[in-house]
C-alpha cells in the first residue's frame, strides 16, 4: 500500500454568528487545512489540520509546514504508520497541527485497508455515541442566557461558558445562565487563561453556588504554580487546556497534580497516536479527560468522536459539536442528535467529502 498522494487544500467555514468571541480573540470564520492520502491500491485517508492562532498555527505556516513534511510521506508503505510519524519528528520540530492531519489520515487510510471503524485501531468501541458540550461566546449575561436556552431547547445538556477576567461580569454571565436553563443543565466555564490566580479562586468560588462542574485553563499557560493554587483552592474541577499542549506538559500536569482534568485536544498534541498517549498518562496518574473544543470540520470531529468512543476513562460530555456553528464544510455524514454524537457506520472515520459515495 504504497503512498502516491499527498494533496492539501484550505478550508474557510464561515461562523453562523460573525461576533463569535472568547477572551483570546475573535474572528468571523475558521480556516483549516485539509490533507489527502492516497495510495496505489486507490484508497483513500482525510486529515484535518487546524489553524489556530492561540495555538501557534497560520495558513501559511501550514501550508510550508504540511510541503516540508510531504517527502517524508510519498513513496513510502501506508501501514507504517509508527516509522512514518517518528520520521516527522525527526524531520521537523514542533508542528503539531501538520503533524496531526498526516497522523489522522494515515490511521484513516489503515482502518479502510481492514475494512474496521477507525476506533477499532484503539482497542475498539467501549461506547457507541458522547454527549455533546456546545459553547456559548462572550456576550452579556442577557444574552448569553438567552443563547443557553436555545441550544437546551435543541436537546444540549451540557455547556461551556466563555469569561474574559472581569470577576463580577463573569459571575453575573454564569448566574443568569443558571437562572435560564435551570438546575438540570451542566455547566462549565473557560476562561482562556485571563485570570490570576487570586481573581480565579475569587471567582469560581463565587461561582460554585451556581453549581459549575469544571473550570478550564484559568490562569496564563506559563503560570504553572499559579494553575496548581487555583486547583488547591477551589471545589471545581480544574481542567488543563492551553497548558497541556503536548505529552510533556501533560505528564508533568499529571505527575505534579497541578490540575484535576486534561483536556485532550487531537491537533494540539499532534494526531490520534500522541493523543492516545497522553490519554494513558492520564489513567495511570488517575487525572479525569475528555476531548477538548474540535472546532473547524466534521472530518476533525468524527476523528475525535472515534478516540473518544474508545477511550475508558471518558466520562463527560466532549467538545465535539461545534461543527454545527459553522457553515461551508467540505465533510459530510456526521450531525449532533438530541445532544449527542454516535458513531458513524463504515470503515475509516465514516465521514466524507460532499458528493463522494457513501
Not at 57 to 62: C, E, Q, V, Y
Not at 252 to 273: C, F, H, N
Not at 316 to 338: I, S, T
Request: glycine residues 10%.
Amino acid at each position: 500500500m504504497k503512498i502516491v498522494a499527498f494533496d492539501t487544500q484550505v478550508s474557510v467555514m464561515r461562523k453562523d454568528d460573525p461576533t463569535w468571541k472568547f477572551a483570546l480573540g475573535a474572528s468571523p470564520i475558521i480556516e483549516g487545512h485539509i490533507l489527502r492520502i492516497a495510495t496505489d491500491d486507490g484508497l483513500e485517508g482525510f486529515g484535518y489540520a487546524s489553524t489556530t492562532a492561540h495555538m501557534g498555527s497560520l495558513t501559511g505556516a501550514l501550508d510550508a509546514e504540511l510541503e516540508h513534511l510531504k517527502s517524508s510521506v510519498l513513496g513510502r508503505d501506508a501501514d507504517e504508520i509508527e516509522s512514518i510519524l517518528t520520521g516527522l519528528d525527526r524531520a521537523m520540530r514542533g508542528a503539531p497541527q501538520a503533524k496531526a492531519a498526516i497522523d489522522c489520515a494515515l490511521h484513516e487510510l489503515k482502518a479502510k485497508r481492514l475494512g474496521i471503524p477507525l476506533c477499532g485501531l484503539f482497542g475498539g468501541k467501549v461506547r457507541d455515541r458522547v454527549p455533546i458540550l456546545r459553547i456559548l461566546a462572550i456576550k452579556t449575561p442577557a444574552e448569553m442566557a438567552a443563547q443557553a436556552r436555545k441550544l437546551v431547547d435543541a436537546g444540549y445538556a451540557y455547556l461551556k461558558i466563555k469569561v474574559h477576567g472581569d470577576v463580577a461580569e463573569d459571575v453575573a454571565r454564569v448566574a443568569a445562565i443558571r437562572a435560564e436553563v435551570g438546575e438540570g443543565v451542566h455547566l462549565t466555564i473557560d476562561a482562556n487563561q485571563s485570570y490570576t490566580p487570586k481573581d480565579a479562586i475569587t471567582a469560581l468560588n463565587a461561582m460554585a453556588k451556581h453549581v459549575i462542574d469544571l473550570a478550564e485553563q484559568p490562569v496564563p499557560v506559563e503560570d504553572f504554580a499559579g494553575l496548581a493554587l487555583v486547583t488547591r483552592n477551589v471545589p471545581i474541577v480544574i481542567e488543563a487546556d492551553e497548558a497541556a499542549g503536548s505529552i510533556h506538559e501533560i505528564y508533568r500536569l499529571v505527575t505534579e497534580r497541578a490540575v484535576d482534568a486534561v483536556s485532550l485536544k487531537i491537533p494540539k498534541l499532534g494526531g490520534l497516536r500522541n493523543t492516545l498517549a497522553a490519554a494513558r498518562v492520564c489513567e495511570a496518574g488517575e487525572i479525569k479527560y475528555r476531548m477538548g473544543a474540535a472546532v473547524g470540520s466534521r472530518l476533525l470531529a468524527a476523528h475525535g468522536l472515534h478516540m473518544a468512543c474508545a477511550l475508558p476513562r471518558v466520562d463527560y460530555a466532549c467538545e465535539l459539536g461545534e461543527f454545527a456553528r459553522l457553515m461551508d464544510d467540505p465533510f459530510e455524514g456526521l450531525e449532533v442528535k438530541n445532544g449527542f454524537l454516535e458513531l458513524p457506520a463504515g470503515a475509516g472515520s465514516g465521514v466524507r467529502p460532499i458528493g463522494a459515495k457513501a
